[in-house]
């Protein structure tokens, strides 16, 4: 159990369009998501924190307005990228912890590779 | 604040060998430790984690790592690589208190037959 699906895995997009990328826990329920960036032989920096029902907690530097998180059900969460640009371009990943479950256990989704022309 | 650091960008090591994936760390508490493991376009795959008891924490596939409080350390071993073993494996730590985890910039393990 416990497995996190991300819809789609991979995306191109002209840029100025808007991509939404989905988050989903498939056989648990999710308190929390996490959205991770990871650029090219580097590590994942965490965007932002997401508990269901609430506003999403950024971290410092990360734009609210440009990358929209929505985590309307214990079981989906989304990633909204705003008008897209190629510095966008990156491998966005998604974990969830389980609503009841081991605190410290973070389970990851496959990841969705972001390409902006 | 808390920090992860994995010293070497690549490691080598021959099937069959013994190998060590290094980790240090810097809280202000006590460190919640987490090994991950990620294939190439994939998303982390957890291998073990230390939050309190046995220093020698074992994992999947075979691995372990020890905690070692005293050098702020988190290594992550196996007795016998395997060609599969080859990926790039992410240290990551949470501070008590905190719900974020912070990860290490990975290391490669390249395990040659």
């Known amino acids: 159990g416990a497995v996190v699906s991300q819809h789609p895995s991979r995306v191109i997009c002209k840029s100025g369009t808007s991509v939404k990328i989905e988050c989903r826990s498939l056989?648990?329920?999710?308190?929390?998501m996490f959205w991770y960036r990871q650029f090219p032989k580097q590590s994942l920096m965490l965007m932002a924190t997401s508990n269901e029902g609430s506003k999403a907690t950024y971290e410092q530097g990360v734009e609210k307005d440009k990358f929209l998180i929505n985590h309307a059900s214990l079981t989906l969460s989304t990633l909204t990228v705003t008008s897209a640009h190629p510095e966008d371009s990156s491998f966005y990943i998604c974990?969830?912890?389980?609503?009841?479950?081991?605190?410290?256990?973070?389970?990851f989704g496959p990841g969705t590779r972001l390409t902006v022309l | 604040a808390q920090s992860v650091a994995q010293p070497e960008d690549q490691v080598n090591v021959a099937e069959g060998n013994p190998l060590t994936v290094k980790c240090t760390y810097s809280?202000?508490?006590?460190?919640?430790l987490f090994w991950y493991v990620q294939y190439p376009n994939r998303g982390l795959q957890f291998l073990l984690k230390y939050i309190t008891g046995d220093n020698l924490v074992k994992g999947s596939y075979g691995f372990e790592a020890e905690f070692n409080k005293s050098q702020t350390s988190f290594h992550l071993k196996k007795p016998s690589a395997l060609v599969s073993d080859s990926a790039l494996y992410f240290c990551?730590?949470?501070?008590?208190?905190?719900?974020?985890?912070?990860f290490g910039t990975g290391t490669r393990l390249l395990v040659s037959p």
């Open positions: 056989d648990f329920q999710a308190t929390t």
């Open positions: 809280v202000s508490g006590n460190p919640y």
């Open positions: 974990s969830a912890r389980k609503l009841a479950g081991d605190y410290n256990e973070q389970f």
């Open positions: 990551a730590v949470r501070d008590l208190g905190f719900q974020k985890l912070v």
